[in-house]
Each structure stands twice: as C-alpha cells, then as structure tokens.
C-alpha cells in the first residue's frame, strides 16, 4: 500500500468517525444516562456553582468548553432545554465529545502503525475502531469516558514516536507523553493504567535484555541466533532499552504528576471547601462506600469478568412511542408498558463480534508469546531467549500487556462497576484482532486470507446491523428483540 492510499484511507476513517458521531447528536432534547451529571457539572463550571463529583476534573472541563464555544455558534440551537441548569441546547454540551471521539480511531491507526510500519494492519486497526459501538456512543453524549481513553491512547502513540526519534525530538514527544498521560488520569483514575502499561513494557524489555545476557555469558552460544534460525526483523520497541531509569521517572512519573496537580487547580478554587489531599479522601470514600458489584444496588453493575464476552451491556436510554411519526418521546414520562410500538433505545453496547473476536485474538497472541518459549526450550534442550525479538512478537508483548493492565486491577474492585470500565482495555483487543486480519490477508494460502476477509465482513456487517441501538434510531418491537437484543441479559 502506498503512502498516498494510506493517507486517503487514513482520512476516510477520521470523515466516517466524524460523521457517525456528529449526526443526529441532538436527536433527544434531554439528559442521556450520566448527562445527568457530567452536561450539569460542566454547566457548574461556567455558572460557578460549586459541587462534588467522584472523579478527577478534567473530563468536566472538556464539556465545559464545549458548552461554552457551542454557546457562542449562531446555528444548531433549535432544540433547548434548562436540565443543565441553564438554557443550553443538547448540540452545545455533546459536540465536544463527537469531535475528540473522533480521534481515537485515527489515534488507533498510529499506534499501529508505529508498533509495525505496516500500513494495511494501522488502517484496518482505525478501520474496527471506528467500527465499534460503545465509542460511538460515548462520544455522541457529554460523558467523559471518552476522555480517559484518547489521553491515554494518545500518550502511547507520543510515546512510541519517542521511540523512534533520538536527542531532542525524543525529549519532545517523551514530555507530550507525560502530558497527555497526566490528563488521562485526571479524568478518571483508571486513566493510570495505560501509563502502567508503558512501564510493563518497558520492564519486561529490562529484563528480558538481562536474561538474554546472562544465558549468552553462561553458554558457549558465539551469536544470539543459531545457524538454522532466521533473524527477525527487528522492532521500534527494541528501543525500549534506550531509555533509562532517570528518564521515565521524570518524564512519566514527575510530569504526569504535576499535570495532574494543576489541573485541579481551576475546580479547587471554585470548590474551596476541601484541599488536593482532603479532595482525594472524599472520592476514595465516595467509591468505597458506592456498594456491592450486584444488580441491587445497580440494574447494570457488571463484573469484570461478564465485559470480554459482552454479557451485561447497559441502555443508556430507551423510551417507547405509538408510531414513527409521533413527536421523539425525551421529556414526558413513559408510555404504559405494551403500549408503545415503536422503540428508541441507545444502548452502550460493543459492536458484539469485534469484542468476541478480538479477545479471540487476545488469546491467540497470548499463547503465541508462550509457545515461542516452550519451542525454544525444547529446539536447544534448554531456555532460550532471543537479546533480539521480531517485530510481531513485540507487537504481541505490547497489546497483550496492556490489554492485561487494563483488566486485571479490576479482578480486586468490589464496588459496581460497568461495561465502559472495559473501554481501556477492549482497544487493545481490536488492535489484536486488526493483526490477525492482517496477517491472514498477507498470507500465501488461500483460504487464510478467505478467514481475513471473512472476519472483516463480519465486524463490518455487524456494526451496520446494531447501529439503530448505538444511534437511537426507531425500531419496532420484532426488530428490538429477538432480532437485535439476542440475550435477555442485553436488555
């Protein structure tokens, strides 16, 4: 593929996410599941009305701004209304979300591309991102998940250009680094772990040099690889080892930091009641006493372990009607229960066969890092570690290792927990999946590259099929459910 067929394909990705989440964005003239909150707090900011929320800033400041320079566009305020506190229009306190949403799939595409140079695996990457539905719909909505993950994935993305730059341009994206990871943990807290994830890799890249050092002083082994083996082509995250101890302390311990202090600074003074420390002690408390991970205390409370499979999706919205043509059912209360024909439900919920293929995928690169091992040891009847590895072995080393950080911790939360809590580890997955499609389209054989086409239709298919539910389009009763909510659990 050409640069000029990536750049096109590239931009295409961006113009789909763009347009999927700007259109319709003020379809209901309301508060739309944490809108409730988030749209209110965001209003708070501007009016300055103090108030307590249980997570860090910056996602409310986001929305603040768009209320703010929504407010001031001469067009899209036909639809208001007064739930945030004043009189906004539903346009002004979402469009901020669409528009930075709309950057993670290209953020995507980057990311891939620098962990591979291949710009079939970077577009196909974009591609299913773009593709998926619980994004879409947190971006179409004043929410602020979405921010926790393009901080975050953006942070990665500067971080491997880091990389692949020396002297002062690395010094350049390692401090942008640090910036954008410091901003994802000042949305939510979980933000933290796509730093983590930099630093597993990192430390596993330590010692992985260490041990490949050790076992090569103790042999008679003149070469890291033997006669008969191929040397693989080497990865940008062979580069790892460059950085030193000194400087991801800095760059990813101090500046974060700091990042994260002063953007509370604006929320401090508007709310003085408490202090950072004291601040920080009141949201702990208020997630600790947030109760049991059961349906008693949240219809939708999902444990960690129902997100990968998609067991308990939740409905952010849903209101009934007796026909198409009826007024959008948004501010008056329900239709009795059987009354109405027609149904408007926007449901987050992943585009179901990209999350069953992607931990698919997961999965396959998990066993594929093992299985390296174990065929080494049993090749040269002893361990055998590589100083240099291949670039899909590092890709696996990346994504499994930080599809894991973003899960794992969770395994220990006792509280309610929901399905978007998944969203920083899920896009791990489908840059998972993307490589296996890729590699299945490069294939010699045939009917491998029947599977790669195969599974692209599929999440592509999938996506068109369960977009009336991501957009909150109208649907009858009969392609509600069965057709669309497949388990009871869905709904």
Not at 41 to 54: E, I, K, M, W
Not at 164 to 181: P, S
Not at 289 to 307: E, F, I, R, S
Not at 314 to 324: E, G, L, R, V
Request: positive net charge.
């Amino acid at each position: 593929m050409t640069k000029k067929w990536f750049r096109v394909g590239l931009t295409g990705i961006f113009l789909l996410s763009l347009a999927l989440r700007f259109w319709g964005i003020d379809r209901f003239n309301t508060l739309v599941f944490d809108e409730v909150y988030y749209a209110k707090f965001g209003n708070n900011y501007l009016t300055h009305v103090p108030f307590f929320d249980g997570h860090p800033p910056l996602g409310k400041y986001m929305i603040a701004i768009g209320i703010w320079l929504g407010s001031h566009v001469p067009f899209w305020h036909e639809t208001v209304n007064g739930l945030t506190g004043s009189l906004r229009s539903p346009w002004s306190y979402r469009w901020m979300n669409a528009f930075c949403g709309s950057f993670i799939p290209v953020i995507v595409t980057g990311i891939a591309y620098q962990l591979s140079y291949r710009r079939s695996f970077a577009l196909l990457a974009g591609l299913f991102t773009a593709c998926d539905g619980i994004f879409l719909v947190e971006s179409r909505y004043a929410l602020i998940n979405i921010y926790i993950v393009l901080f975050g994935l953006l942070g990665q993305l500067l971080f491997l250009l880091a990389l692949a730059n020396r002297r002062q341009k690395r010094t350049f994206y390692l401090i942008f680094a640090g910036i954008a990871f410091g901003a994802s943990v000042a949305t939510k807290w979980n933000g933290l772990f796509f730093l983590l994830g930099i630093y597993l890799v990192w430390s596993i890249s330590l010692i992985w040099q260490r041990i490949a050092k050790i076992i090569k002083q103790s042999t008679d082994v003149i070469d890291d690889f033997p006669a008969n083996m191929p040397i693989p082509q080497p990865s940008l995250l062979q580069n790892l080892t460059q950085l030193n101890i000194i400087q991801i302390i800095f760059f990813l311990g101090i500046v974060p930091l700091a990042v994260y202090s002063l953007i509370w600074i604006p929320h401090l003074q508007l709310n003085p009641k408490y202090g950072l420390i004291e601040i920080h002690k009141q949201i702990l408390a208020f997630h600790e006493n947030l109760g049991g991970n059961t349906a008693k205390v949240h219809p939708y409370c999902a444990a960690w372990y129902k997100w990968p499979l998609m067991t308990r999706p939740i409905a952010y919205y849903y209101q009934t009607a007796q026909s198409f043509s009826d007024p959008l059912p948004v501010l008056g209360p329900p239709l009795p229960a059987g009354a109405g024909k027609v149904i408007y439900d926007i449901h987050a919920m992943g585009n179901p066969f990209l999350w069953w293929f992607g931990l698919t995928a997961i999965i396959f690169l998990l066993s594929l890092l093992i299985g390296q091992i174990i065929i080494y040891a049993m090749r040269h009847k002893r361990i055998f570690v590589n100083k240099t590895l291949g670039i899909d072995t590092w890709i696996a080393l990346y994504l499994v290792s930080n599809y894991a950080v973003n899960l794992v911790p969770w395994m220990k939360v006792t509280r309610c927990v929901f399905i978007y809590h998944y969203m920083t580890a899920v896009i791990f997955a489908f840059l998972a999946i993307a490589w296996f499609v890729d590699q299945c389209l490069r294939s010699y054989y045939q009917q491998v590259r029947v599977v790669g086409v195969t599974i692209t239709f599929i999440i592509l298919a999938a996506f068109i099929f369960w977009m009336p539910v991501y957009l909150g389009l109208p649907l009858t009763p009969e392609g509600y459910k069965p057709l669309r909510m497949w388990f009871n659990s869905w709904i």
